[in-house]
């Protein structure tokens, strides 16, 4: 089995959700989460800004932390940049976008699902892409919620002005008969309540988080041959070590909110500026990589 990390990252909190799922289904691994909250908001950002910003982060993980596989635990950069992390990086990449599109397909009835997500994710059209080529044709409306993030990442996560805004941006998916709503944006299951009713009690809310793990776990494998591997066993427990590029004090307080006390430390990590948005078209330039300093 391959001890090394695996490697995760959004633009700030969002990710925990997926990390939850994860330490709950490999509770044996080494997880290593970059928070890139020096640069959140990513949803109204230009897509090709984002992949940079995802490109930068992976090579991170992979160059200096040495990750056995990568988690996009966030949807616009799943949107923006996963083709292309899988075409330029060494180890397996796994993003948020199949994955929900897969359990919003195996939780609905009706056939009709809403998604909700950033502009970015939204604009991108890969929600609507991915659920396109699946087998069984589902009707899908899509709403980008512009916000939401902005809420969570202020720690506002139950609030009058949170149910305004929500309340505005969800009506016409609410409007159009929905039976599912997949939260396609991994910082608005910390939402779920405001959203939940908003929505009302008839309709169900799926987000990726469960379901991205399921796949990190079948890229692991078991014990097959030529597969990473599971850590296990009760005298290896796993970790956690957490990253951020904005205030690490701010990440430590509300994501231990958010998350739980098991978050522990939050370390720095300082990206050169101005971050290498020609890195995108997967150059070898490696101006690029930030320093990480503790505290
Ligand atoms: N959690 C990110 C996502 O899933 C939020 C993006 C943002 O920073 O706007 O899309």
């Known amino acids: 089995m391959d001890s090394r990390p695996i490697g995760m990252f959004d633009s700030g909190f969002g990710g925990l959700t997926v990390a939850r799922a994860l330490i709950d289904l490999a509770p044996h691994e080494e997880f290593v989460y970059v928070g890139d909250t020096g640069r959140y908001p990513y949803g109204p950002r230009d897509l090709g800004e984002v992949r940079a910003f995802a490109l930068q982060i992976a090579r991170w ?48 009835r009706n056939r009709r699902v809403g998604v909700v997500g950033t502009v970015g ?19 899908l409306v899509a709403a980008s919620c512009p916000g939401f993030v902005e809420f969570v990442e ?37 939402l779920a309540r405001t959203i939940a009713d908003v929505m009302g ?53 509300v994501g231990s909110r958010l998350f739980g006390e098991e978050l522990g430390e939050v370390q720095r990590l300082v990206w050169p500026d101005p971050p290498p948005v020609s890195d995108a078209t997967g150059s070898p330039d490696r101006d690029g990589r930030p320093g990480a300093a503790s505290g």
């Open 61 to 108: 993980l992979i160059d200096d932390v040495d990750v056995k596989l990568v988690v996009v635990a966030c949807n616009t950069a799943s949107a923006a940049a996963l083709d292309t992390l899988r075409a330029l990086l060494p180890v397996p990449v796994v993003g948020v976008i199949d994955p929900g599109v897969r359990a919003v397909a195996k939780a609905t």
């Open 121 to 139: 994710t939204i604009r991108s059209g890969a929600y609507q892409r991915a659920m396109g080529a699946l087998p069984v044709p589902i009707e």
């Open 154 to 190: 202020r720690g506002e996560t139950r609030s009058d002005q949170v149910t305004v805004l929500a309340e505005r941006l969800l009506a016409p998916v609410r409007d159009a008969g929905v039976d599912t709503l997949l939260l396609g944006c991994t910082h608005y299951p910390f």
């Open 201 to 253: 009690r008839d309709v169900v809310l799926v987000s990726s988080a469960d379901e991205t793990a399921f796949e990190v776990r079948a890229i692991l494998g078991d014990t097959e041959p030529g597969r990473l591997g599971v850590a296990r066993g009760a005298d290896k427990p796993g970790s956690l070590q957490v990253y951020s590029s904005g205030d690490v004090e701010w990440f430590r307080t």
